[in-house]
């Protein structure tokens, strides 16, 4: 009874985008303690961003293509799409009130961030038949959804201290976190690959399962290529690089195990949890 009461309410936590929201927030906290940045309120920002962004997404999913709601995970977004749109509304207005904790470059950044997200699921682009979604348009789907994470947990962060981008190691940590996500995105896209559109070309469609397989484990070993040498440069200590290739290898065993059968907790509640794996194991070993 005990794991079935845990089962239902991670599935809960999941489903609700809490878990993701979660993992955005640790990857940002990550982020800032590798930099130095003390005190801020980065974390919470973008960790309430990223609910608010994923349920409102969602919501206009729910609302654009109907097929969402027949089954598993759709089904519980569309029967609790009321509690979704009071959580989405709960996490605008207290963003209203961390946002006068950011610099005006930061908040800059965090314009431009919103605005991909936002164009991502709404459809704000017309051609001859229809109009279209970020996420619509061929080949950059996984790319968008990278370059998003790697400006709310890294980029961000850098501005907030000191602006200063384009140090090797600065420019490594965001290169890391592009490679992580991008990786981490390939199941999904497996899972995805027979719902998406012919002409987004993700990599499953593109190269079938097995081929999106070794592109996500690709990533990986760029990831860890660069987490090396940041190691190498002093910016890790050994018992940060052992927590970082953790959830690597931990990673690579989630995509090379990925099939579109999987059930939809393999990818929302396990795939995704290596953000929140890899920021707690950073933290015990730090």
Avoid at 55 to 72: C, S, W
Wanted: with cysteine; net charge positive.
């Amino acid at each position: 009874m005990r794991f079935l009461w845990i089962k239902k309410h991670w599935r809960n936590t999941v489903y609700s985008n809490v878990w993701i929201a979660l993992g955005a927030g640790l990857a940002t906290w990550q982020t800032t303690a590798i930099i130095g940045l003390s005190d801020s309120y980065l974390p919470w920002f973008v960790g309430i961003s990223t609910l608010f962004t994923y349920n409102f997404q969602r919501l206009v999913k729910l609302n654009d293509r109907p097929e969402y709601i027949t089954a598993g995970r759709n089904n519980w977004l569309f029967r609790n799409r009321v509690t979704l749109r009071v959580i989405t509304a709960l996490c605008a207005l207290i963003l209203l009130g961390l946002v006068w904790t950011l610099s005006p470059l930061t908040f800059l950044w965090l314009a431009i961030g919103g605005t991909l997200s936002l164009a991502y699921v709404v459809r704000l682009f017309s051609d001859s038949k229809s109009k279209k979604a970020l996420r619509d348009l061929p080949f950059i789907k996984i790319y968008l959804i990278g370059l998003v994470w790697a400006m709310a947990t890294v980029i961000l962060p850098i501005i907030e201290q000191d602006n200063e981008l384009w140090q090797v190691d600065r420019l490594f940590l965001i290169i890391e976190r592009f490679a992580f996500i991008i990786a981490i995105t390939v199941p999904f896209e497996i899972r995805d690959m027979n719902l998406d559109r012919p002409n987004m070309k993700t990599p499953a469609q593109l190269f079938g399962i097995n081929g999106a397989k070794l592109y996500g484990l690709f990533w990986i070993v760029v990831a860890g290529t660069v987490i090396t040498l940041n190691f190498s440069d002093g910016v890790y200590t050994s018992y940060q690089l052992i927590a970082l290739w953790f959830s690597l290898i931990l990673s690579a065993v989630l995509i090379a195990a990925s099939n579109p059968e999987r059930d939809e907790m393999y990818f929302t509640g396990w795939v995704d949890g290596t953000i929140i794996i890899q920021a707690v194991a950073f933290y015990l070993l730090s």
